[in-house]
């Protein structure tokens, strides 16, 4: 998510051209004679150095057996959003949310990385002999950055199952992290739906829209029917629930935006127009909201033009199997080589961050066992590393799943790590310079 910073601009405006001043008669004193301006060239501002090095502060241990961090930065906190490792066999009694987060302070403290309350994370009892039939629950976490503050939304879905069939029911909240979560009020949102053998998928996506924070979710199950898309619209310290504003795709991942993306425009009057629909094709439902989240008009298909290629965005080039992976800098679409990593040696699972007009790059190199966590400037212009190549990952230990994020000038990155049995995921800062 990217978030608009707006600067404030002074304007000196001085006078000139008009009718000349009257020449002073004999007779005038000189003190009454008009001082003439002087004026003070502006010097403009120096641009900041050019960043070419980064230095790894201590790591911190975020949470044990779980994947796939993503890090979100903000001015006062810093959250890490995790997967489940496995998927959860109710069989075995498994007990594990598909997305969770752990929150801790900017500057990240030994110890200082808590488990944001969810509740139930997930649970599931009831089978018989007679019949198939349980109760279960999972939790779906998300954090997103607005100006500098975090808000964390939650779902929670309670099912009642009997023979494969039952009622689902979705309710999401919606908190600013901080020394501790604080609720915003009016931030709920709640559903119901009859799904068929099928635990709900669950998407979200946050949006700054004028004056307005716009938390959209899709709720999504097995039922051909396709799921329920909502949104909270929240100003001034409140949030209000819209009304339905569609139906989300069934039978397809919503909570990865290749699949699946909502997004959220200003409209005229300071209203919001709101599309969603499968990433990359031309058929979009979209509908039109007042500025206080109140449906204007009703939810109706569009064809639209699927949208181009991000201006800047990395990938792994695997297209020759004779050669190692390698991760390729793409600027508008065009991928090229990035200057600095090695070709002999397999390079995947990139992300990156803006800093300045620079990038922060995270990467795995090596394979297998081998497998390490790294990170670097990079010239975007050159498409070359610029400056040393910080080791993330501890020396010689197994890792992966690298994850940047920055607010300002905080750096933060997150990784996965074997510890003997298990995998930690861990965080650290990154000062950059």
């Not at 029917?225 to 991942?253: H, Q, Y």
């Amino acid at each position: 998510m990217s978030t608009t910073r707006f600067v404030p601009l002074v304007l000196a405006l001085t006078a000139c051209g008009g009718n000349a001043e009257p020449s002073a008669s004999p007779s005038s004193s000189a003190a009454t004679t008009p001082a003439t301006p002087v004026t003070t060239p502006t010097v403009p501002a120096a641009p900041p150095p050019a960043i070419t090095r980064c230095t790894l502060g201590a790591p911190r241990v975020v949470v044990r057996d779980r994947g796939g961090a993503e890090v979100v930065v903000g001015s006062r906190a810093v959250a890490v959003v995790h997967r489940a490792r496995r998927r959860t066999d109710r069989e075995a009694g498994q007990c594990e949310a598909p997305r969770a987060a752990h929150v801790a302070p900017i500057a990240l403290p030994a110890d200082g990385f808590a488990a944001l309350p969810v509740n139930p994370i997930c649970f599931y009892n009831h089978e018989e002999e007679t019949g198939y039939w349980y109760d279960g629950g999972t939790a779906h976490v998300d954090v997103a950055e607005d100006r500098g503050d975090l808000y964390a939304s939650t779902c929670s879905n309670v099912l009642s199952v009997d023979n494969r069939s039952g009622e689902d029911s979705v309710s999401c909240s919606v908190a600013v992290l901080g020394p501790a979560p604080t609720s915003v009020p009016g931030a709920s949102i709640s559903t119901d739906a009859t799904f068929v053998a099928g635990d709900v998928r669950i998407g979200t996506s946050f949006t700054r829209v004028g004056d307005a924070g716009f938390f959209a979710y899709a709720f999504g199950n097995t039922d051909p029917e396709g799921g329920e898309v909502f949104a909270l619209v929240m100003k001034d310290g409140r949030a209000t629930a819209t009304e339905r504003l569609g139906r989300a795709p069934s039978a397809i991942d919503l909570d990865d935006p290749d699949h699946f993306s909502m997004t959220a425009t200003s409209a005229e009057g300071g209203g919001i127009v709101f599309e969603h629909g499968a990433t990359r094709t031309p058929h979009r439902v979209r509908t039109t909201l007042d500025a206080n989240g109140v449906r204007t008009v009703l939810p109706a298909s569009v064809t639209v033009t699927p949208p181009g290629p991000p201006e800047l965005a990395t990938t792994t080039d695997r297209s020759d199997r004779s050669v190692p992976a390698s991760v390729r800098l793409v600027r508008a679409g065009v991928p090229s080589a990035i200057v600095g990593l090695d070709p002999a040696v397999a390079t995947f699972g990139s992300d990156f961050a803006q800093l300045q007009d620079r990038l922060v790059l995270v990467w795995s190199e090596g394979t297998g066992r081998t497998t390490k966590i790294r990170a670097a400037i990079v010239d975007t212009s050159q498409s070359a590393i610029v400056g040393p190549v910080v080791e993330v990952s501890t020396p010689g230990v197994e890792a992966g799943y690298g994850s940047v994020g920055v607010y300002d000038s905080n750096v933060v990155v997150a990784w996965d790590e074997r510890v003997g049995d298990h995998w930690d995921i861990r965080a650290a800062p990154l000062s950059c310079r």
